[in-house]
């Protein structure tokens, strides 16, 4: 029989023990090492989901401002400010998502759109900001002539339609003469009534041509068109009766909140008038009347358009039915209609001036070609 020292099964007990605490140290330096890189993971993961969303509402901010929906005609008009934004706007997206949205005007043809998207609440707050470059592309209407009708113009009394360019006192010199008269054939005009002589003056004073009878000259006006100009437009009644005069606030400021607030183009409150730069873009579902008054911009009407008691209105007028100037009304700038019909003194005078100004209410922002997105931070 063999007898073991007990001095030597005590200390191979105590190696054992030693390498086994030590193991078990091992063991859980690594359970923690992976517990710590898979929490540093899932953070890091929630941060760049958080710096995602963020950046999807920046984006989302930016691109929603060119919709007809939150776009401002008024904003198209306004002179280029680089000291500060023509508007600033604060989006609820969703939950924790907010974007704030500014519009800058950079020059008369563009405007930048920065959107800051912020997602997520402290300490796992993310920020992402995205710069838009917006180019304004105003509608292109025919200039064939100052009426164009698409089945007939009428003219009575001592009415005249004029196509020689006038202008005004902050406006270029007068680019040129245009037709008077525009139509598809020239069976369409009546001037049987007319006792001015002559009823129609331009270069010439009839122009017959296809683009008078074709839909598309009343509804697509290059990159914009009709649907798009009525979904920008200031809703007008259908119906309604209304007399244009300038308005201001408790401020001196233009109030173009106003219904019949269509601008001041006869400088009612001075030549630095706060309304002197604000052209309206109206849209009516149905008819207008417009009695005595002065206004200018853009007129869309789906019904008939009537202008009467000495109306003034400067700029583009559109319309589906007819639209008739009756008791000295006065339209300067194009007007385009199913029918036109001029009595009782009324004058329909070519403006190049007054168009071009028009138009500009119904500009249509879309992102510059080449690089016009880019992510700020």
């Known amino acids: 029989m063999t007898f073991t020292p007990l001095g030597r099964n005590r200390v191979r007990a105590g190696s054992t023990l030693l ?66 934004a023509v508007s600033r706007e604060t989006l609820g997206v969703s939950g924790d998502v907010v974007v704030d949205v500014s519009v800058w005007k950079l020059t008369p043809s563009s405007a930048l759109v920065t959107s800051l998207g912020t997602a997520g609440q402290p300490p796992r707050r993310a920020q992402r900001r995205v710069g838009l470059l917006v180019a304004l592309r105003l509608p292109v209407i025919p200039r064939l002539s100052v009426a164009m009708a698409k089945h007939g113009i009428t003219i009575a009394d001592s009415s005249f339609v004029s196509g020689r360019d006038s202008s005004f006192a902050d406006c270029p ?50 990159q914009v068109d009709r649907t798009f100009l009525s979904r920008l437009a200031t809703p007008i009644t259908s119906g ?75 700029g583009v007028v559109i319309a589906r039915g007819s639209v008739r100037l009756e008791s000295g009304a006065q339209l300067v700038g194009v007007v385009l209609a199913d029918h036109v019909a001029l009595e009782g003194g009324s004058i329909v005078q070519y403006s190049s001036c007054a168009v071009d100004r028009a138009l500009v209410a119904g500009a249509r922002p879309v992102p510059q070609p080449g690089q016009s997105w880019t992510e700020m931070f």
């Open 240 to 314: 309604s009766v209304l007399s244009p005069a300038p308005r201001v606030d408790g401020r001196g400021e233009c109030d173009t909140h106003t219904l019949g607030n269509f601008g001041d183009p006869l400088r009612v409150f001075g030549a630095d008038s706060p309304c002197k730069l604000v052209f309206t873009l109206g849209y009516v579902d149905g008819d207008l009347r417009l009695v005595g008054g002065a206004g200018q911009g853009m007129l869309l009407v789906d019904g008939d358009l009537t202008l009467e008691t000495g109306a003034r209105f400067e």
């Open 19 to 84: 390498i086994v605490l030590v193991a078990l140290a091992i063991l859980g330096a690594l359970v923690a090492g992976g517990f710590f890189a898979s929490w540093r993971e899932a953070q890091l993961g929630a941060d760049a989901m958080q710096r995602t969303r963020a950046l999807a509402a920046a984006e989302y901010g930016a691109y929603s401002m060119l919709s007809p929906a939150r776009w401002a005609s008024s904003w198209s008009a306004l002179p280029p400010v680089h000291h500060a």
């Open 173 to 222: 010199p007068p680019e040129s003469t245009i037709a008077a008269l525009g139509v598809p054939d020239s069976g369409a005009i009546d001037t049987a009534a007319c006792t001015s002589a002559p009823c129609a003056t331009g270069r010439p004073s009839v122009q017959v041509s296809p683009l008078a009878g074709s839909v598309e000259t009343y509804e697509q006006f290059g």
